[in-house]
């Protein structure tokens, strides 16, 4: 049974890097599906951030592609989220998942319990 | 970008009635070469992760309810709810994955009346 948990710094000062990790257990992350991130500010609706496949292809939303990289470290299966230059209109609950290979990232079905990053000075 | 817009934003219903959440996208989510439509139905509980309901418009997850039906082709979707439960209460996403960015729809936030 695949298990996902993010960890990370919980409050981050704007103009900073935000840097986030998903421990995946239970499965090889180099096995197949595909891996993403996706973000909620309180009270809001879901964004969707980006997603590594396991071919190594990375897809990111446009309106986040300048400031944001998804990596893999393969030896320790954890997922990586880099976002640069956060503001506080990037303070939300950041979730990781697994999302099915479909040839094209698909549907999460997988998820961690998220966690709650704040950006402020 | 593919731009999902679910109707209604808010929806209470009965215990043992049907409800109805419907998802429309801005372009087609049927993919011509497999002729399957490329969406996705979550449901989110307060302080829990969204949980995969519906893939590729109407197979239902393991483990989901039978009430938990989805519909729909194109660019018109439907979630139906038959027989609602307390438990159903939560906030119900669509999402495309036809194209990048995987865009999700605004959220139906369901009760009970």
């Known amino acids: 049974q695949v298990q996902l948990k993010e960890s990370g710094p919980g409050l981050v000062k704007p103009s900073e890097t935000l840097s986030l990790t998903c421990n995946v257990s239970?499965?090889?992350?180099?096995?197949?599906?595909?891996w993403g991130w996706v973000r909620q500010p309180p009270g809001r609706g879901l964004e969707y951030i980006g997603s590594?496949?396991?071919?190594?292809?990375?897809y990111y939303n446009s309106s986040l592609k300048s400031r944001v990289t998804i990596s893999v470290d393969s030896s320790k299966n954890l997922l990586s989220l880099s976002l640069r230059s956060v503001a506080a209109s990037d303070s939300a609950m950041y979730y990781c998942?697994?999302?099915?290979?479909?040839?094209?990232?698909?549907?999460?079905?997988?998820w961690g319990p998220g966690t709650l990053v704040t950006v402020s000075s | 970008d593919i731009v999902m817009t679910q109707s209604p934003d808010s929806l209470a219903a009965s215990l043992g009635e049907r409800a109805t959440i419907n998802c429309k996208s801005s372009?087609?989510?049927?993919?011509?070469?497999?002729?399957?439509?490329?969406i996705a139905w979550y449901q989110q509980k307060p302080r829990q992760p969204p949980r995969l309901l519906i893939y590729w418009a109407s197979t239902r997850e393991s483990g989901v309810p039978e009430r938990f039906s989805g519909s729909g082709s194109g660019t018109d979707f439907t979630l139906t709810i038959t027989s609602l439960q307390a438990e159903d209460v939560a906030t119900y996403y669509c999402?495309?994955?036809?194209?990048?960015?995987?865009?999700f729809g605004q959220g139906t936030k369901l009760e009970i009346k």
């Open positions: 998942g697994r999302q099915q290979a479909v040839g094209v990232p698909g549907p999460f079905d997988q």
């Open positions: 590594l496949y396991f071919t190594g292809n990375t």
């Open positions: 372009q087609s989510l049927l993919y011509g070469s497999n002729r399957r439509n490329y």
């Open positions: 239970g499965y090889s992350i180099n096995n197949g599906y595909c």
């Open positions: 999402q495309q994955y036809l194209d990048t960015p995987n865009n």
